[in-house]
């Protein structure tokens, strides 16, 4: 069973980046998928991006796409995401959550993810 540990939240200013790293604790995530999510207050959960360990396959959602990056760091046992020129509107708690290869789509349907981290918190402001 592998333990999730978000970290490299913090307060940016729009335009700014900023890159969130989820330790993954216990086992490899070469069978599984390693998802990125956001909260913010008031609104839906929703899925930023995801990688599956196996392939290293990306998926970004289209509000992200061509700002953020999704990379597995396969010596210090990361999954980590790089994000670039920020704006308000990407203000939330991220999450990362791993279906442990279970799910049998791609990209695995949200409810598809089992283990969650804690959240960190991302504030883009001036």
């Known amino acids: 069973q592998v333990h999730l540990v978000e970290s490299g939240g913090g307060l940016v200013q729009p335009g700014g980046s900023l890159r969130l790293s989820c330790a993954t604790i216990?086992?490899?995530?070469?069978?599984?998928?390693i998802g990125w999510f956001r909260q913010a207050p008031g609104k839906e959960r929703e899925g930023v991006s995801c990688?599956?360990?196996?392939?290293?396959?990306?998926w970004y959602a289209d509000s992200v796409k061509d700002r953020f990056t999704i990379s597995i760091n396969r010596v210090n046992y990361t999954v980590d995401l790089q994000m670039n020129n920020l704006s308000p509107e990407d203000s939330a708690v991220y999450y990362c959550?791993?279906?442990?290869?279970?799910?049998?789509?791609?990209?695995?349907?949200?409810?598809?993810?089992?283990?969650w981290g804690q959240g960190t918190q991302v504030t883009v402001s001036s």
């Open positions: 990688m599956r360990g196996s392939d290293s396959s990306a």
């Open positions: 959550a791993t279906d442990y290869g279970v799910s049998g789509t791609w990209p695995p349907r949200p409810t598809d993810f089992i283990s």
């Open positions: 216990g086992d490899t995530v070469d069978y599984y998928v």
